[in-house]
């Protein structure tokens, strides 16, 4: 068994020194992306704090071969791989952030996430407790997206960010998870068959070691590096003080492409979402959008689901099931008794094209 | 001398019979009752004896012993006090022996020679018809209850005279005019009262039609107890059998003594009811909830509020219509056909699918689901979700009257009735796994769409038996023999959800 470790001593020591000050960091989490831009002996300085002149002791006393040994150890027992920003294989896009990851590691190989990363990545981030709409939103963005061959990023947190994961596997398409902890971690452990689904066809990358626990401070250094990777940041939902917003930011600053999903006006959920578009964020409504937004207006059509035919009842039901309406306003709409419009729905919901959504509401599955 | 009189002890709701011996020979005075009596049964020697004097008889200043037979059988309460009194006038020659053959006795006597009210004369008097007897003596405050069993004289009294008087050859007193309140019925609420809930109703008479078990999710003030009241009045009216036996039940739990109960029980526990308060229990065992409901609706609100046990507990009566007490060295049932009825939030705040409303995050949902989740799901076949009704709705002419729902009802059952004779099931709702699949007749579409369901991942292999069982009533509600393809749909669109993917985002 033999893992690909593409590092050098330097980087390995740096990828230590990380996991060693990573108490140190929390309590700084604020200026965590400053910070980290640092050298290691500046950054032992900047956030050593009390045991500063210890922590230096130890770093000069670690040689770079030896870390990296160590390192290639518990890569081989975990199985993951790993590269360097000095490696030529290193992802181009994180090149880009003042502070790119020393060593990323990669469950799912290396292989793997050089193939993914030949198509423009599309980030879909936004709240972790997000509405049905929400997540209705995101399993269409993120299913459309993973059809037409493009990679969707995202950080593995509950609510949009598990949708959207879910969603592109589900359309057997490519998924990589930016995880804060280990990329082996499972955080938060209730995705633990989603981080196996991503380990078998996509790829969970990591700055930080094989089984390091996420910290408080992980999360906005993991922000950033979702926001590299990607060309495109489409914000889902988000509340007034979102950390999607983090997210969206760095992307910004890097230069790169924003998008939103409106909201209902009345929803605190659409507060993120509607700053970023007020700011000039492009407005993501279909599939069409984001793919507008990455290549110019009408450059790629999104491909077309096989329309079904459907006959004028079932059409005008599906039409007012997309309008919100309830199964009997629906029923009497479409000029169907309860009953047979009742089992048209069973039959729409058969075809893949309403769902139940919560309450056991009909709602239209979005392509 | 011996004398033997019939009475009948009543064991959990069934009446058993219970021969009373007694024999007076010469020997120091004395008065011994055996065969497994309790105190009360004991401390009737001491009634007895002054009833008997009291009522101007002569007591035996003899060797009296009184045996209760079957003397396995444990006999509680004072409802043997009339049965040993005439047993013991019967066998000291004050009364002719032959009057007691072919008549049960019942009753408790007061030390002033009078038989007074006790409950349970209902079970008595089916018993006593059930035994061949041909005359029933009870207090004359039960006589009424008593006279519900049809092909049995009941004997009104009100002293231990007057029961002798009839044994002896004298005309029985007319029964007593019935007391007020006689066969006054509860109204039962009318599904004409509702407006709006459209898919609701039809999901209830669905249920009605089939016997099947019910679920009704939706937000607080929606209606749900307020459709689950309704129910009765579309379920078949109860036979004449069926009306006793609810009758009986009811009267030996000290619940009802105002004639025969003629409509279905509905009855709904609140949630922090105990395991044997819902399926029986205690000592000596008590009827539960689940009895109380025989022949009725047991409806459950705020289900994932239940205690696990409780719940667990019902298992037995809906699998098999029945629920078994052991206590010490003998066993008890209690008959249990009732249909479940069971409602609950679609989350602990009771919003998802209100839009913003709902508070609940992920781990609340899980929580949620979890404390549903079990095997009393599975028999709940059909699941229907209850919304606030549209302003417009509300002011709406009603969908449906109970009348109407129960002339659609009373024809479905009878569709069924003549196509289940075989599997001894009364409605669909009762089939099992491989009646299903005898009586179902699927059409070639409706087995494919079922077949479709089941590997789109919408159904599982439980729930697509419960299904075919909607379906089934579905069919027969619009009186087709074979269960075509709109049935099979419109059951899928009132099944349950396997995994509320919808509202966990998995």
Partial sequence: MSVDVRVCGECARRAW?????????????????????????????????????????????????????????????????????????YPAALRDLPAPPAVLHVLGGLDRLGALLEEPPVALVGARRPSGYGLEATRMLAAGLARAGLPVVSGMALGIDAAAHRAALDAAGATIAVLPGGADVVYPGRHRRLHTRIRESGVAVSELGPGVAPRRWMFTARNRIIAALADLTVLVQGRERSGALVTAGCAARLGRRLGAVPGPATAP?????????????????????????????????????????????????????????????????????????????ARLELDGLVRRGPGGRYVMVAS | MLAQVTTFAIDGVQPRQVWLEVDIRAGLPGFTIVGLGDTAVRESRDRIRAAILNSRFRFPDRRITANLAPASLRKAGPGFDAGLALGVLAASGQLPAAGLVGCAVFGELSLAGELRDSPGALAVAEGARRAGCARLIVPRQRAREAALVEGLEVVAVSTLRDAADVLAGAPAPPLPPPEPGWGRRDPVPDLGDVRGHEVPLLALQIAAAGGHNLLMEGPPGTGKTMLARRIPSILPPLSREEAVEVTRIHSVAGLHARGLIETRPFRAPHHSISAAGLAGGASPPRPGEATLAHHGVLFLDELSEFARPALEALRQPL???????????????????????????????????????????????RRHQRRLSGPLLDRLDLLVDVRRPADAELRGAPHVTSAQARERVAQARERQVARLRETGARCNGELDARAVRGCAALSGEAETELGRAYTEGLLSARGRLRVIRVARTIADLAGSERVRRADVLLALSLRQRVAREALVGA
């Fill in chain 2, 319 to 365: 699998e098999d219509g029945q629920v078994t007490i052991v206590r010490g060295q003998r066993s008890l049932s209690f008959p249990t056909r009732f249909m479940l009825v069971a409602a609950t939030n679609p989350c602990p705040c009771g919003y998802a699918g209100e839009g913003e409303r709902c508070t609940c995050g992920e781990a609340d949902l």
């Fill in chain 1, 17 to 89: 020194l990380l996991e060693r000050l990573s108490g140190h960091l929390d309590p700084v989490r604020e200026r965590v992306a400053e910070l980290l831009e640092l050298d290691d002996r500046a950054l032992i300085q900047a956030v050593g704090g009390a045991r500063h002149s210890i922590i230096a002791g130890e770093f000069e006393a670690r040689d770079p071969e030896e870390a990296l040994e160590e390192l290639r150890a518990r890569l081989l027992r975990a199985e993951l791989e790993a590269v360097c920003r000095c490696e030529a294989r």
């Fill in chain 1, 269 to 345: 959920l659409s507060a993120a979402p509607h700053r970023l578009l007020r700011d000039g964020a492009s407005l993501i409504a279909t599939v069409q959008d984001a793919l507008d937004a990455l290549y110019g207006i009408g450059v790629v059509a999104a491909p077309r689901r096989r329309a079904a035919r459907l006959e004028p009842p079932l059409a005008a039901l599906l039409e007012a099931i997309a309008e919100g309406e309830t199964e009997g306003s629906a029923c009497a709409r479409a000029g169907l008794g309860l009953e047979a419009g009742l089992a048209a729905l």
